[in-house]
């Protein structure tokens, strides 16, 4: 496998009990490139991107990462090789400070104990100044946009060589959507590779390099994501535009 292939899922398959969720979907995110995944409410994009970052184990498939094989690890093994996810629902600690859920997300690498993780706040506390002047504040009584920023800034505390953002837009405003689009592209034009998973195409295509489309558990397009905002069928499903007449 290419180096430059950071991340390589393969026939990946997951199953709740007798449902399959997820059905041979084969994916990879290239060193430094923004990746989306797109696609409806129960498509199966965030099962494939639990069963990718540990939260599920596959049943069948697999899950290559800097060209190591993770199929089976759990997601805290795979946080302390580089991958990493926000996920859907944020799942802050609510009664925690906003602080200690950051102190959190540097756990695999001692919390504040090193100067790298404590220069590695600085920079996360620059990208969010909200979240510097709210350090102290419980990150359950925050806004949604807030424990958004939260949850993000958490994940990059454990220094991703790959973050996986499962539904960044899920219950916020477009104002603060596009606010944290800008930071993702960002974060992504200083290096950090980024899968991002998004029910609302227009924003996630913007700004990736290649997207994929999951429907019913499986892949059912992908491409440049430059190609597949202008592809009619797209369009009409995932963004709402309807096909011109011939």
Known sequence: MSTDILLDISGLELRY???????????SVKRGQLVAVIGNNGAGKSSMVRGA????RPSAGKVMFAGEDTTTLPANKKV???????????????????????????????????????????????????????????AGSMSGGEQQMLAIARGLMAEPELLIIDELSLGLAPKIVDQLIRVLADLNKAG??????????????AIADHAYVVANGRVARQ????????????????????????
């Open 17 to 27: 009990g007798a449902a399959v969720a997820v059905r041979d979907i084969s994916l």
């Open 192 to 205: 950090l590779s980024i899968l991002l998973v998004e029910q609302l195409a227009s924003y996630a295509l």
């Open 80 to 138: 302390s090789r580089g991958l990493v996810m926000v996920p859907e629902g944020r799942m802050l600690f609510p009664d925690q400070s906003v602080q200690d859920n950051l102190i959190l997300g540097a756990y695999s690498h001692g919390g504040l104990k090193s100067a790298r993780s404590r220069a590695t706040l600085d920079k996360v506390l620059d990208l969010f100044p909200r979240l510097k002047e709210r350090l102290n504040q419980q």
């Open 223 to 246: 491409g440049p994501s430059s190609e597949l905002a202008r592809d009619p069928e797209v369009m009409e499903a995932f963004l709402g535009k309807k096909k011109s007449a011939a």
């Open 53 to 56: 970052s540990g939260l599920v």
